[in-house]
């Protein structure tokens, strides 16, 4: 009877307390090749993460789009996301081709992947309340396109791009209003262009908009003022708490895709990429801890 007791307490409290989930897809960005041993090949891609056990790699635009993709299924890997050039005219209307290989991506692309797109725009960079209408006539018709084929659309924000800041992001995923069209969020963008004030509100604010969201090692403090080689290192390194910043997003509703920026790592790419998914799943047994 003693027994029995004891085991209905343990069991009441793995129902009262379950164990929090960190199992959003985390793959790799398609920006490898500064490592001094870095994959050439789609194939060779593919294989290195499906080793070190990564769950994908991003696209990275038309080139090579069908190639990479092919090698990632051979692997069983995933393509969760495909990082796209988006440029408008002053007519706010894309050049032919750039929208019919768009097109040929969402067509192609796997049910319930994501294109984000890093937008510009020569003509509206410093007139964004009018390019702003312009682009979203754009954004709408390919979301309804994409829509049959289960595939979801945001803006990449980036330093010196068209949308810089998460908040434009939104706003333009406000102004389109459909439903397979979000946001995305990049922490080292994030720092060098906002900086580290008020994360957790910017996270609050914006989860429920968010479909893709890149992530690193980085540095604290005035992060407007720092470069590249301390806003993007590999992940556990750093001042910046990456781990809470996760814990945010994933606190705050957010389960879609993951991935580690890789943009100018250098040195062993095994190492480096190994030693960042031994974090990952350092960050996944921490909030699996967390109540």
Known sequence: MFVIVIFSLVLVSC?????????????????????????????????????????????????????????????GLKMPVNYVALNFNADGKLDDT?????????????NGSIIY?????????????????????????????????????CIYPHLSTYCETVAHSVKLAKMVDRKNYGSAMNLCHLLKVEGS??????????????????????D???????GWDRLIQPLGQGSFDTYHFVKSLRDNGYRGPIGLQCYHLSGDAVETLTRSLQIWEEYKKQYAMEK
């Open 15 to 75: 129902i009262a307390y379950p164990k929090k989930k960190l199992n959003n897809i985390f793959y790799a960005q398609n920006t490898l090749k500064w490592f001094k041993n870095a994959p050439q090949t789609a194939s060779e891609k593919a294989k290195l993460l499906k080793t070190i056990g990564y769950d994908g790699l991003e696209g990275f635009g038309y080139k090579d789009f069908f190639e990479l993709k092919k090698a990632l299924d051979e692997e």
């Open 98 to 110: 750039s929208a019919n290989e768009i097109k040929t991506m969402i067509k192609s692309s796997s």
């Open 117 to 153: 797109f890093y937008i510009q725009s020569n003509t509206y960079k410093n007139n964004k309340e009018t390019g702003d209408k312009l682009i979203v006539a754009v954004l709408r018709d390919l979301s309804d396109y994409s829509l049959p084929y289960g595939i979801k659309l």
């Open 197 to 218: 004030e008020g994360i957790d509100e910017k996270i609050k604010e914006f989860a429920p908009y968010l479909f893709a969201v890149n992530i690193c090692g980085a």
């Open 220 to 226: 604290n403090g005035d992060t407007k003022s720092m």
